[in-house]
């Protein structure tokens, strides 16, 4: 399973090392699955070679954007979801915690944060892709091996209604 990632490339929420992007997840049948709509049914994905099962349809076009993996989605209802979480992960880059928002095909991490307008504007204009949006926030992308300190965070969310 992989991740999708921003300026001008898939961002997935997951990377093939295991690493976890900041979301919403739910667990179907024993595996957190990122989800993309909510109740009263849910939108899960999974990017891969081959789906877990027969009941998962194929997102046209996908493994060209998401590095030969190929996105796979499926509706399941409210019952069939045994765990719900919203996921926060966070991850040092350059002596700076940033959150973790997702992953591209080439091994990147998309970064986003909330830094002093210098950090900003340092960021801006360095060797990476970094966008600024206002006076003190940025996003990115970075080498994932350039990474350390990933931690995640998971507060359990109520299970929807069956």
Same mark, same amino acid.
Request: net charge negative.
């Given at each position: $399973?992989?991740?999708?990632?921003?300026?001008?490339?898939?961002?997935? &929420?997951?990377?093939?090392?295991?690493?976890? !992007? %900041?979301?919403?997840?739910?667990?179907?049948?024993?595996?957190?699955?990122?989800?993309?709509?909510?109740? &009263?049914?849910?939108?899960?994905?999974?990017?891969?070679?081959?789906?877990?099962?027969?009941?998962?349809?194929?997102?046209?076009? +996908?493994?060209?954007?998401?590095?030969?993996? @190929?996105?796979? %989605?499926?509706?399941?209802? @409210?019952?069939?979801? %045994?765990?719900?979480? +919203?996921?926060? @992960?966070?991850?040092?880059?350059?002596?700076?915690?940033?959150?973790? $928002?997702?992953?591209?095909?080439?091994?990147?991490?998309?970064?986003?944060?909330?830094?002093?307008?210098?950090?900003?504007?340092? #960021?801006? @204009?360095?060797?990476?892709?970094?966008? $600024?949006?206002?006076?003190?926030?940025?996003?990115?992308?970075? &080498?994932?091996?350039? #990474?350390?300190?990933?931690?995640?965070?998971?507060?359990? #969310?109520?299970? &929807?209604? !069956?």
């Amino acid at each position: $399973m992989i991740a999708r990632s921003g300026i001008n490339s898939e961002i997935i &929420p997951l990377h093939a090392s295991g690493l976890r !992007a %900041t979301g919403d997840w739910i667990e179907y049948r024993g595996h957190l699955y990122p989800i993309t709509s909510h109740e &009263p049914n849910f939108e899960i994905r999974y990017f891969g070679v081959v789906p877990p099962d027969s009941e998962w349809a194929r997102r046209k076009g +996908s493994d060209e954007q998401s590095g030969g993996l @190929a996105e796979y %989605t499926k509706i399941i209802s @409210a019952g069939e979801v %045994t765990r719900r979480i +919203s996921l926060k @992960a966070k991850a040092v880059w350059d002596g700076t915690e940033f959150n973790l $928002m997702g992953f591209d095909a080439n091994g990147n991490a998309w970064l986003l944060a909330y830094v002093p307008g210098e950090i900003a504007l340092a #960021l801006v @204009a360095g060797k990476h892709s970094w966008e $600024m949006f206002d006076r003190s926030s940025v996003s990115g992308r970075v &080498p994932v091996s350039e #990474l350390t300190d990933v931690s995640e965070t998971m507060r359990e #969310l109520p299970l &929807p209604r !069956a």
